[in-house]
């Protein structure tokens, strides 16, 4: 079985939760609970280069 995070001809989202954790997620997976869309539908790279841009702190929110 393949993986469905490493389609490159399928859209993804960009997520993020409460800690500013980003995730790239299958646009066709539900979005789980805790997590909000911080990137529309897009290509795989853009919702990577999308992540590589905006999650800047690797570290989850309130950590050091």
Not at 5 to 30: G, I, T
Not at 31 to 38: D, M, Q, V, Y
Request: glycine share 4%; net charge negative.
């Amino acid at each position: 079985m393949s993986n469905p995070f490493e389609k490159e001809d399928e859209l993804y989202l960009v997520l993020v939760n409460a800690e500013n954790e980003h995730s790239l997620w299958p646009q066709r997976l539900p979005i789980p609970a805790g997590w909000l869309c911080a990137h529309p539908a897009d290509g795989r790279q853009a919702c990577l280069d999308y992540v590589r841009s905006h999650w800047l702190d690797l570290y989850p929110t309130g950590r050091t």
